[in-house]
């Protein structure tokens, strides 16, 4: 059997607040380990029929960046519910709410360079 790994680590300051973010994989196209500022991590628990989740950050990631991951992440659930369950209706909803979400960064961004 063949194994994939995956791999974090992150450093934290004094109050445990992540400082730097890197990760690794077996089937990384990048060699070595990469650094990041942010990871979101979504586990399905069977047995409770939950999330797990973990989201993390540096505190140095710039929150329009942040912005951003957020509408990537909702677009990859987006292609994970069309790939798992081919739900057309709910495929519609995530993609709509990355539109809506986009076009909120984009007006907020506008305001900011006008003023």
């Not at 797990?52 to 659930?77: R, S």
Request: net charge negative; hydrophobic share 40%; aromatic share 6%.
């Amino acid at each position: 059997m063949k194994k994939s790994e995956i791999n974090f680590t992150v450093e934290l300051d004094e109050s445990r607040i992540p400082e730097r973010i890197f990760w690794d994989a077996t089937e990384n196209p990048n060699e070595g380990i990469n650094e990041t500022k942010a990871i979101a991590i979504g586990v399905w628990d069977h047995y409770h029929r939950g999330l797990l989740g973990i989201n993390l950050w540096t505190k140095d990631m710039p929150v329009d960046e942040m912005k951003h991951f957020a509408v990537d992440i909702v677009g990859n659930v987006a292609q994970l519910v069309a790939d798992a369950t081919g739900d057309k209706k709910l495929i519609e909803i995530l993609e709509s709410t990355c539109r809506s979400m986009k076009r909120h960064i984009d007006e907020e961004a506008k305001a900011s360079s006008e003023s």
